[in-house]
C-alpha cells in the first residue's frame, strides 16, 4: 500500500504556496482545499469564477450584498 502524502497546500486559485502568502483552510465535501486572503473575496463574491478549480463551485450560492 502506497502512502500519498498531503499535496502541499497552495491557493487554489494563484496556486501560491504558504512560503508567499497566508493560506486559509477550506473543508468543502470532505477536502480541504487552501485559499489565499487576495483570492477568498472571490470565494465569497464570485464563486463561479472556481468553477474547475472547486468542485461544485458553479452551485455555490454568492454572498448578498448590501450597500
Ligand atoms: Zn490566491
Known amino acids: 500500500m502506497v502512502d500519498t502524502l498531503p499535496e502541499k497546500p497552495v491557493c487554489l486559485y ?4 504558504s512560503a508567499a502568502l497566508p493560506l486559509i483552510q477550506l473543508h468543502y465535501q470532505d477536502t480541504v482545499f ?3 486572503p487576495q483570492h477568498l473575496p472571490i470565494l465569497i463574491h464570485k464563486p ?3 468553477t474547475g ?3 461544485g463551485a458553479e452551485y455555490l450560492q454568492q454572498a448578498e450584498h448590501h450597500d
Open 53 to 55: 478549480m472547486l468542485p
Open 48 to 50: 463561479a469564477l472556481l
Open 34 to 36: 487552501w485559499i489565499c
Open 14 to 17: 494563484c496556486k501560491e504556496d
